[in-house]
């Protein structure tokens, strides 16, 4: 993910489903029979549309320049009772953490959080029934088959909110970058000014006895977030689906408890259910400091560092200080999330939505809604 033009986590495409194949009036006849009975054929169904969840993939890039997906109709019945072939399925590759909403309504419609998970996003339509569903004792005859199911074209926005087990929170610089590239194998962009981190970063933790867990690096938060200043809430969202939140604030910040509740005050604007999830406060840049300021850090926190709800670690990632305390820390509070039945990657309600066509591509005119008539056989 180091390429900020490579990660995309949204596109907006037009989904076309297949329309059914319909149904036929056919009567059986061969060289020894010149008037049999009813034998027309069902219609195919219609092809559908499908995401399919993918582990391997954490863009939805491959899907920003297929502006149609169009799926293909059903094929009529045949005489003799065979039924249409039915349409061929578009099935969409998306990585894990995919929302599907309504591109009018914003509602959330699909949510993908496995690998291998499937699910329609449009239906194809239903084919049409032969004649010879509609034969009886008073009707040998029938001369009518049932209509086929019209396909379906709506225009579907795709959100990807990256899945992780510990999310990073913090101000810019606050050392999440460096924790990241210090504790897993990922390369993240590190440089001494505000959101140098632009897109997510994932990386692995190796725990003890061959245990790991997944940690995202979130680009930074600042005062206002909520309300789209710096970054906004584009990448807010991203921290909805990590289980566990790590919150970073630097040693030689003026006021740690404050800057702490700053971040804690934008999650809570941007969706309240957050709070709900387990957090640990972690103290960086800790080499710069002695035991003694260390016991006065702890003394202005008072309660907060009391809490057992919110553990506080002091580290220090470029001396790799404290940072077997907080992998136990961390992984304590993912073992108590999962022992008291909570889902994994919790859904969380989902924001009002608004659709922002700049977040998309403001000087790309294939956005702009097609007449249905474009898509007429």
Not at 171 to 186: C, E, M, Q, Y
Not at 278 to 289: G, M, N, S, W
Not at 315 to 337: P, R, T, Y
Request: proline share 5%.
């Amino acid at each position: 993910m180091a390429d900020s033009p490579n990660f995309i986590d949204y596109v907006k495409i037009c989904c076309r489903s297949g329309a059914g194949g319909p149904g036929i009036v056919h009567f059986h006849r061969d060289k020894i029979t010149s008037k049999g009975g009813p034998d027309g054929g069902d219609g195919g169904r219609g092809g559908h549309i499908i995401l399919r969840g993918n582990a391997q993939m954490w863009t939805l890039l491959h899907l920003k320049y297929m502006k149609h997906v169009i799926a293909t109709n059903g094929e009529a019945g045949q005489g003799g009772n065979k039924t249409g072939s039915n349409g061929r399925d578009i099935i969409l590759d998306v990585p894990l953490g995919t929302i599907a909403r309504d591109a009018e309504t914003g509602e959330v419609e699909v949510e993908i959080v496995e690998d291998g998970q499937m699910v329609i996003l449009v239906p194809g339509g239903r084919g049409g029934k032969g004649n010879w569903h509609f034969r009886s004792p008073s009707n040998q005859t029938p001369m009518y088959a049932s209509p086929y199911g019209e396909g379906r074209m709506e225009w579907k926005v795709l959100e990807l909110k990256v899945l992780a087990d510990v999310g990073l929170v913090g101000f810019p610089n606050a050392g999440k970058s460096t924790l990241l590239s210090v504790i897993t194998a990922a390369k993240p962009k590190i440089a001494n000014y505000a959101f140098t981190t632009l897109v997510p970063n994932l990386g692995i933790v190796y725990y003890r006895d061959n245990k790991s867990f997944v940690m995202a690096d979130m680009p930074g938060i600042i005062e206002g977030a909520a309300e789209g200043k710096g970054l906004g809430h584009r990448f807010l969202r991203h921290i909805e689906r990590n289980a566990t939140l790590l919150f970073l604030v630097p040693v030689d910040t003026e006021d740690i408890r404050k800057e702490y509740e700053i971040l804690i005050n934008e999650l809570r604007l941007y969706n309240e259910e957050l709070l709900d999830k387990p957090r640990v406060l972690a103290i960086t840049k800790c080499d710069t400091i002695d035991e003694e300021l260390k016991e006065m850090i702890i003394e202005d926190l008072g309660d907060l560092h009391n809490n057992a709800h919110t553990p506080v670690v002091f580290i220090s990632s470029v001396a790799q200080q404290g940072l077997d305390e907080l992998k136990d820390k961390l992984w304590a509070c993912m073992n108590e999330d999962m022992e008291s039945g909570k889902p994994r990657y919790k859904s969380l309600t989902p924001r009002p939505f608004e659709f922002d066509e700049e977040e998309y591509d403001e000087d790309d005119e294939d956005y702009d809604d097609y007449e249905s008539d474009e898509f007429e056989d």
